[in-house]
């Protein structure tokens, strides 16, 4: 016998509108009539119809996420940020679209699609850019969305790791191990967080009274073979740096490439560093020293947000500024001291 909302409304002697909204988890119902309800729901066997609710709802519960996709898509960021938006959606019982589009006129027209079209009842963001068209977008259409990471403007939900504190943080190790001659490969400065990234790294040199080389400072574009190029243009300099700082571990990963094939051990001959902490940087050769950014860990809450916005509920806290953790491996070597 197929258990409906009215076995369920006869069963526990609430009203069928009770029922239902104690298992959508409207606020209006009580904590003790909600737990009895599910626990009822639960002991028979209640599977709730989708197609139904969505039609009674008006929503998909289903959240969209777009990635930025390019001729070498490897990214383990959004692998991570992936796992983690998935599985707190499935936790609240919504289904995660996403689409792949290379970034500019065709990811617009993919956010276009999925919101107008009624495809998805929230959005989630990530690598913001200086004046974002998504965010612009989004807001003038008045749909939900969370966004992992800053832009030029902060009036929107997001969630970010302190980006300037992070490489102010690096630079500072580096410079304690007695390094002077350290180098930056930067992010794409179209990126909301690039600026804060390299005013990091340029506030501790200057704190500790290094010149700032811009020689040391090249532009890379967050994949491998981008750290390998930009190190190659700062290996090939006369006076090559004793460290590299990379805005990201794939970078940073691609700049240790360039030091072995150039015959240097890193952590004895240079010292390397990046940012993200993703899975492939504790098992590099020698392990990378980085910058954690709990990434499956800020999915979750991204969702969390999400779906307290798309109930129509007020965010406790709507922007959420995270203290990076330094993460020292061997590729730092050891002080020169």
Do not use: W
Not at 221 to 239: E, I, S
């Amino acid at each position: 016998m197929k258990v409906t909302l009215q076995t369920l409304a006869e069963k526990s002697g609430f009203s069928i509108t009770t029922v239902s909204r104690a298992l959508a988890g409207y606020s209006d119902v009580n904590e003790q009539t909600r737990a009895r309800i599910k626990a009822l729901a639960d002991e028979l066997g209640y599977v709730p119809n989708q197609a139904a609710r969505r039609l009674q709802s008006q929503q998909s519960n289903t959240i969209g996420l777009v990635i930025p996709l390019t001729d070498d898509f490897s990214d383990p960021f959004f692998m991570e940020l992936l796992t983690g938006v998935g599985r707190q959606a499935s936790t609240y019982g919504y289904d995660l679209l996403i689409s792949a589009h290379p970034p500019g006129d065709e990811e617009m027209e993919a956010y276009q699609r999925l919101v107008s079209g009624s495809r998805v009842d929230g959005m989630v963001l990530a690598r913001t850019h200086i004046n974002d068209p998504r965010i612009a977008y989004l807001k003038d259409a008045n749909h939900p969305f969370v966004v992992n990471g800053r832009a030029n403007v902060d009036d929107f939900p997001f969630i970010d790791v302190d980006g300037f504190r992070s490489f102010h943080m690096l630079t500072e190790h580096f410079i304690d191990y007695g390094h002077r001659d350290i180098a930056y490969i930067g992010c794409p400065p179209d990126l909301g967080y690039a600026a804060a990234r390299q005013h990091g790294y340029e506030a501790s040199l200057t704190d500790h009274g290094i010149p700032i080389n811009q020689d040391y400072i090249v532009e890379g574009d967050l994949t491998k073979p981008g750290g390998v190029a930009a190190a190659q243009r700062l290996l090939a300099l006369n006076q090559r740096p004793s460290a590299i700082i990379a805005g990201n571990d794939l970078m940073a990963l691609g700049a240790m490439q360039v030091c072995r094939q150039q015959g240097l051990t890193v952590g004895e001959d240079i010292a390397v560093a990046g940012f993200d902490d993703i899975p492939l940087s504790s098992h590099a050769d020698p392990p990378l020293t980085t910058v954690r950014q709990p990434i499956r860990e800020i999915g979750y809450q991204l969702v969390d947000m999400l779906i307290t916005l798309i109930r129509g509920d007020m965010l406790d806290e709507s922007q959420r500024l995270i203290e990076p953790t330094l993460i020292i491996r061997a590729s730092s070597g050891k002080p020169l001291n």
